[in-house]
């Protein structure tokens, strides 16, 4: 399971460094480079849901086995792409496949250790490999487009996807599915909780241009809009909603993971403030960024690792209360290195304020995001967990980044702009946990 989590969180960063390569090689602009990266998470984050649905449909062992075969295909045709058009399509379909296969791996994991200090432990070693993961995706992307070329950023996964394919065949048990009549799948609900990110990604995006057409913005935000509250009607009377009505009578779930998006969001921003810093203010390779950021993929691990021993002593809020300061003292830290202009050295403090934001803070949600889940909804909880997560960095990065760096703004310092945009959604998360239902530390 943490195999799989770690090349899908390598894959979510990996693309970053090596954006220009492939923008030179197809000839694309930097508008259109955007949709390799966000289009493969707002479409990974909008399925998600409808994955946690049908790992509790159809079994987790069968989806487990689905979306990794779904996600190596698709990893294959985006190394091989001829045209950006089928790079992009090849991104699309990665999401999907992780839509199907996260969910499968986190319900394994959830059913597999009981609440309590092993699921803490089972949990914290799955966030360690996935912050892991995401941060050597930066350091593997400027080696690999160094030394390969920008194609084997997405063929390097296919080790690994054979890896759990065999490893999920050979460990886990067939599941039955917990119906034997078929349920019908909220396929509405699907299509405009994906749709709705989208468009408003697609309308921040041309709102920042320097040569923008203010009215195509403004439809594609209206677009957004409509398309999120006419999700909300349709899962209100739809026979079996991606999210079940009994999800938002557990206080503790829904404030979990409206604290995950926000928190999400600031930490994705941060990734890419830093590779903009290096790359674009100090002018430092690509090679050489990644090399720089590898002391916060360090501090990732180790902080993933610490996290559940005080979250099993002090209990998930302390944790939660721990991660957002530190990624509001991370994001100041940002602001301030940026505006002296200092060198890379001094970031440092800035990444392991990241590392403990991340390590802590989303560990510290994700336990509070599945607490008092069962056999049936297990599937469902950890979809919209995974979809709170995913979604959440992909509007941070584009509301956050996209407003900070719009050539429309003329900003003076969008470094600065930025990280204040992501501290007030810290501020927002911050009061969402205070009035978040607390639990007592486990003994």
Not at 16 to 33: D, K, Q, R, T, Y
Not at 50 to 76: C, E, H, I, K, Y
Not at 285 to 297: F, H, I, K
């Amino acid at each position: 399971m943490s195999c799989l989590q770690f090349f899908i969180a390598v894959d979510v960063t990996v693309v970053n460094i090596a954006l220009p390569s492939i923008g030179e090689a197809f000839h694309v602009s930097g508008g259109a480079l955007t949709w390799v990266m966000v289009g493969y998470t707002i479409t990974a984050g909008g399925l998600l849901m409808l994955g946690g649905r049908l790992v509790d449909m159809f079994g987790r062992r069968r989806m487990l086995l689905t979306g990794t075969v779904v996600f190596g295909g698709a990893s294959l045709v985006a190394g091989l792409a001829p045209t950006f058009e089928l790079l992009v399509a090849a991104r699309l379909v990665q999401g999907v496949g992780e839509a199907v296969a996260l969910p499968a791996a986190m319900a394994t994991i959830i059913l597999l250790f009981p609440e309590g200090p092993a699921r803490s432990k089972a949990l914290g070693i799955w966030a360690a490999v996935a912050s892991g993961g995401l941060v050597v995706g930066f350091a593997l992307s400027g080696i690999i487009t160094a030394f390969l070329g920008w194609r084997w950023i997405f063929l390097i996964c296919l080790p690994f996807v054979l890896v759990v394919i065999i490893a999920t065949l050979a460990l886990l048990e067939s599941d039955r599915p917990h119906s034997d009549r078929p349920v019908p799948l909220d396929v509405p609900g699907t299509i405009l909780l994906t749709a709705c990110p989208l468009l408003f990604a697609s309308g921040v995006v041309t709102a920042g241009e320097s040569n923008t057409s203010w009215p195509i913005a403004a439809i594609a935000i209206s677009g957004s809009i409509l398309t999120g509250v006419t999700f909300v009607r349709v899962e209100r009377r739809a026979a079996n909603p991606l999210i079940p009505l009994g999800f938002f009578s557990h206080p503790g779930r829904v404030h979990a993971n409206l604290g995950t998006i926000l928190l999400s969001a600031a930490l994705s921003s941060s990734f890419l403030l830093f590779t903009f810093y290096l790359q674009d203010n100090l002018g430092v390779g690509p090679l050489e960024s990644g090399l720089v950021m590898l002391p916060l993929a360090i501090a990732l691990v180790a902080a993933a690792l610490v996290a559940p021993r005080f979250m099993t002593r002090w209990g998930a809020y302390t944790c939660v209360a721990i991660g957002l300061a530190s990624t509001a003292g991370a994001m100041v830290a940002i602001a301030v290195v940026t505006t002296v202009g200092a060198g890379p050295g001094w970031l440092l403090p800035a990444m392991i304020l990241v590392a403990a934001g991340m390590g802590f803070g989303i560990i510290g949600l994700q336990y509070q995001a599945v607490s008092g889940t069962t056999e049936q909804d297990a599937g469902t909880a950890s979809g919209v967990q995974r979809a709170a997560d995913q979604l959440g960095g992909a509007a941070g990065t584009t509301l956050y980044i996209g407003i900070g760096f719009a050539p429309a703004l003329h900003a003076d310092n969008p470094f600065l702009v930025s990280c204040l945009l992501a501290i007030l959604g810290l501020a927002a998360a911050a009061f969402i946990a205070i009035k978040a239902p607390k639990e007592s530390p486990r003994k």
